[in-house]
């Protein structure tokens, strides 16, 4: 790397030379390594040393060099200014203020070390060190140092900038894919039961008008009726959520016959697609919890029909709850095709689907889990899941807690 030429012929001339080369080095972000590298070089036109090293902590990069690049105690010294970096960062969080720090135990290298913090301006975000068996240093050299420092820690906060830039780049661009398939899936799901009304709606009008397809026709429009009804009403919670408009009935709520009318409620479709649905009922089986019974339902609904949909014929659900500390643990696990690990972490985001895979006539929008979360988290529970991979099926667990029963339970419906 090149820098420009400054002929100065004086002491302070050949300093100012020195810090304007390492400043040059310094701005541009393009071979970060290379350009630290080069730039501790540089500090021996400032301040002479045997041995010199640079810790960059600033997330989500970590970066070490030293010089010389194959130093034998590079090891030994990566760690030491690391805990230094911890300590340093304790005494400026408790306002005791920044200093340069000798290490506490010299290396074999060298008798005199120094190392002084990169200071940006709201954090440390490293820790320069130099090293030399020769003399110790002097105030002159140390705020030669300190000003080198300044300027490194100035390149890790603008490759930190860059880095958090090119994060948020990255999520927007994942949310816009995201969206748009939602928007895709949204008009496929829509359309779907809409052209089996309309295609039922005319063999009425053109076809024979037996008994038996009159029934068939109303009772696959009414089927398809109630998958639109659900639909809208997915839209509509997820509008409410976002608006903050999302209303709950809460009151003293015996969980267990929720749980138990939603599996009932289940079982059928279940049962038709061959796959096996149980209901462990723990015992005793009576937990109170203050909650709204109706979203609570659609809440085990929604994870049930998940569980069942991508769970092949011949597989099981299994429903299971027990009570952990002041908490009540309720967990479906299924046999399903299972999760991907790095999928994990988005699977209750909105509009989120692994890659588009689930994207088939049964996948739905995508919306159905970020509301089971929502409703969740205002109960003030959780919801987790927990896979091995694909085709190793998944649990997901709530967890919910629990309240005294109250003197006089309220009549809930259930």
């Known amino acids: 790397m090149s820098s420009p030429l400054v002929s100065?012929?004086?002491t302070d001339g050949r300093l100012a030379r020195a810090l304007a080369d390492i400043a040059y080095v310094l701005a541009f972000a393009e071979q970060p390594e290379a350009r630290i590298q080069r730039a501790l070089e540089l500090v021996r036109e400032l301040v002479a040393y045997d041995h010199c090293a640079i810790l960059i902590d600033a997330a989500p990069q970590r970066r070490f060099a030293t010089i010389p690049a194959?130093?034998?105690?590079?090891d030994r010294l990566y760690v030491r200014l690391h805990r230094l970096l911890q300590r340093v960062s304790d005494r400026a969080f408790q306002g005791n203020g920044i200093e340069p720090y000798r290490l506490p135990e010299p290396l074999s290298v060298e008798s005199w070390s120094l190392a002084v913090p990169l200071v940006s301006v709201d954090a440390i975000v490293g820790i320069l060190h130099v090293g030399r068996d020769t003399e110790e240093y002097s105030v002159h050299e140390l705020r030669l140092l300190s000003l080198v420092a300044s300027q490194f820690a100035a390149y890790a906060r603008g490759l930190q900038f860059l880095d958090h830039a090119e994060h948020a780049r990255t999520q927007a661009e994942e949310s816009s894919r995201a969206k748009d398939r939602f928007l895709a899936t949204l008009s496929h799901e829509l359309?779907?039961?809409?052209?089996?009304?309309?295609?039922?709606v005319h063999i009425l009008r053109t076809g024979p008008r037996t008994q038996a397809a009159t029934d068939k026709a109303i009772t696959v429009i009414e089927r398809n009726i109630a998958v639109q009804v659900q639909?809208?009403?997915?839209?509509?919670?997820a509008a409410r959520i976002v608006t903050g408009k999302f209303h709950m009935e809460v009151q003293p709520l015996e969980i267990l016959p929720?749980?138990?009318?939603t599996v009932d409620g289940v079982r059928p479709s279940a049962t038709s697609k061959g796959v096996e649905l149980e209901w462990v009922v723990p015992?005793?089986?009576?937990?109170?919890i203050q909650g709204d019974a109706t979203q609570l339902q659609r809440?085990?609904?929604?994870?049930?029909?998940?569980?069942?949909k991508f769970t092949p014929t011949g597989g099981f659900v299994r429903v299971s709850a027990e009570q952990h500390g002041s908490h009540l643990r309720i967990a479906v696990r299924d046999t399903g095709i299972g999760i991907a690990p790095e999928h994990l972490p988005k699977t209750f985001e909105a509009h989120w689907q692994a890659d588009g895979a689930l994207m088939d006539a049964e996948s739905g929008l995508g919306l159905g889990l970020s509301i089971v979360r929502h409703i969740l988290e205002a109960h003030s529970?959780?919801?987790?899941?927990?896979?091995?991979?694909?085709?190793r099926g998944t649990t997901v667990t709530v967890r919910l807690p629990v309240t005294a029963q109250p003197a006089v339970a309220p009549h809930d419906g259930h």
């Open 70 to 74: 194959s130093s034998p105690v590079a």
């Open 8 to 10: 100065i012929e004086t």
């Open 231 to 237: 639909l809208v009403d997915q839209l509509l919670d």
């Open 191 to 200: 359309r779907t039961p809409l052209n089996v009304i309309q295609g039922w």
């Open 283 to 288: 015992s005793p089986g009576a937990w109170w």
């Open 258 to 261: 929720v749980i138990t009318a």
């Open 381 to 391: 529970g959780e919801v987790l899941v927990e896979s091995d991979g694909p085709g």
């Open 299 to 308: 809440a085990f609904a929604n994870l049930l029909v998940n569980a069942v």
